[in-house]
Structure formats: C-alpha cells, structure tokens
C-alpha cells in the first residue's frame, strides 16, 4: 500500500510539472497570435496613416486643385476665391454677360487639367505694400497702348513673372478696409518686392490719402464681369517670315498662346513686354488658339496679319 501511495503522488507531480511548463508555452503562443490579429487588421495601418495624413494637412495652406504655394512670393492670407456675387465689378461697371464665340469661326474648349497660373493663382490672397507713380497715359509694360481707364498697377518684378500678370484684374483692399479693383499694365522695378503692388495716383488716392506714399494691403486675383470682348494685335513689322501676336481684353489672365500650322498647333515663347512670339513666322495670319490660366481653350479663326491694328473676335473666356 505503501509503495502503492508513493507512485501515484510521483504521477500528480509529473502532471503538475507537465501543466507548469505547457501552460506558459500556450499563454505566448495566444499572445503572439493575438499580436498578430490585431497587427493585419485592415483598418490598423490606414488608421495610422490617416492620422498622419490629417496632421500634415493641417499644416498647409488650403488651395485650389493643382496649385502650390508661390515660390517667393508674400505670405498668402486667404484661401477663398472670389464670390461672383460680391466680387467688384471691372472699372467700367458693367454686368452684361460675356459674349458667346461665333460658330462660324471660332471653338470654346474647357479643360480639365489643373491651373494653369504662375506665381498669381486664383484663391491665394497676397500681402504686400501700395506705393503710387504717375500712369501717364494709361500704358506700360504690358504694350496696351494709352487708355482712358487709369485705375491700373504696376506689378513688381517678381510677380510680373515675364509678362504674364499682364491684363490680370486684383482687388486690392487697404487695412482700414477700402478697396479698389485695378488691372495690370506695367512692370513695377527690381527694387518692387514680392506682393507690391505700384498703383496708379487714381487708383492709390481710393485707398488712402495721396501723401501717405506707401501703405499695407492685401489683393487676390479677380475674374470681373465685362461686356468687352477679346481683341488680338501683330505687332508693328510682323509678317509671314516673322511676327508677335498680342491677346487684349481678357477677363482672365492668359496663358499660352499657339499658332496652327502644317505640323498642329505651336506653342510660342511670352516676351516680357507682353507679345507672343513666332521668329520664323510659321502660323502666323493663321488660326490661334488662346489658353487662359483656369484651362479654357479659345480657338478664333483666321485673323488678317495686319500689323499694329486691334482686331476684335467674338469670344471671351468664362468667368470664375
């Protein structure tokens, strides 16, 4: 009985030996496979890189698809672009629907693709300094010629941008809260910084007292109502071996400017002061085809090479 005794306590010891040793294994086990579960659950990393996601944008300035900060330019201090129902009308006050292109000559394509603008985007409001010159007779850079519409700027170098703020309408709006809407004719000199912008004596006396000479402000790019149509110019000199081809009376700022050819369409170079130009002078008395910042395409027939003579179309782009 005795021995009988001994062997059964010597087996509840090895089952209780046995238990000790499993029972540890087997808690690792579901542990490491639990781990597991939860690490390759299908929401664990998107969580995580939602979070991250939602902690960079908030960093950033909100824009408009496929636009980035301008390189340079002043700090931005608005994101919204321009209500057509509040926006400034232009310096003529008109409210007439733009005029529709002519099916005869003349196509209307949107595009899709992101904007198209340079360092003046739409939606991005710009802060700067207002200082005033003399406008004369209204021209400038931008070769528009003399106008009797004086409430004009003249953009500061870096932002001119080769001519391509040119024909571009801002509002520009004081600190105490006046505003005034100008258009871009001239260049304002090196010594202009990022977001300055050299108004008319018109246009600044709107603002601020004349004798104020330089005062802070703030202006965001403008798609204005107008009843005027596009009108294209050659240039003095131009012909069929060479020629420059000017956009006027665009609601928006313009983008590319292509002449069509035997080979297509052909992209020309912008000068700084404000002609697209064809040095070899193929496409030009041809068909052009004008693209504004936001991708709308305008296609206007046949244009007579008539050097240094407005030739107006029937087309205008949207506005936005």
């Not at 408009?64 to 003529?92: N, W």
């Not at 700067?128 to 406008?135: I, K, W």
């Not at 107008?226 to 006027?248: D, F, L, N, P």
Request: aromatic share 6%; glycine share 10%; charged share 20%.
């Amino acid at each position: 009985m005795r021995m009988k005794a001994t062997r059964q306590a010597a087996r509840r010891r090895g089952r209780r030996l046995r238990l000790s040793t499993v029972t540890p294994i087997a808690l690792i086990a579901v542990g490491a496979l639990v781990s597991l579960v939860v690490a390759f659950r299908p929401d664990h990393h998107a969580g995580a890189g939602q979070a991250a996601a939602s902690a960079f944008a908030g960093s950033q300035r909100t824009e408009s698809p496929g636009q980035g900060a301008p390189a340079g330019s002043a700090s931005p201090t608005a994101t919204r672009s321009p209500s057509p129902s509040t926006s400034p009308t232009s310096a003529a006050g008109t409210t007439t629907a733009p005029v529709r292109p002519s099916a005869s000559n003349t196509s209307r394509t949107v595009s899709t693709t992101a904007s198209l603008a340079g360092r003046i985007r739409p939606g991005v409001g710009y802060r700067g300094v207002a200082t005033t010159y003399d406008a004369g007779s209204g021209d400038g850079a931008c070769s528009y010629g003399p106008s009797d519409d004086l409430m004009t700027a003249a953009m500061n170098h870096t932002d001119y941008e080769t001519s391509k703020a040119c024909g571009a309408y801002v509002v520009v709006r004081a600190a105490g809260g006046a505003a005034v809407t100008v258009r871009i004719t001239n260049e304002c000199p090196v010594g202009c910084a990022p977001g300055q912008l050299d108004l008319s004596a018109q246009a600044f006396a709107r603002l601020a007292n004349p004798t104020a000479g330089r005062i802070p402000i703030t202006w965001k790019l403008l798609s204005p109502s107008t009843s005027e149509t596009i009108a294209v110019r050659y240039k003095t000199g131009s012909s069929r071996w060479w020629c420059a081809v000017q956009v006027i009376g665009h609601r928006n700022p313009v983008a590319r400017l292509e002449l069509r050819g035997g080979d297509g369409w052909r992209r020309l170079p912008r000068t700084d002061y404000n002609y697209f130009l064809a040095e070899d002078g193929g496409g030009c008395g041809g068909a052009i085809r004008i693209t504004d910042i936001y991708g709308e395409r305008l296609t206007v027939g046949e244009i007579a090479l008539r050097p240094d003579t407005v030739q107006p179309t029937r087309v205008q782009f949207a506005r936005h």
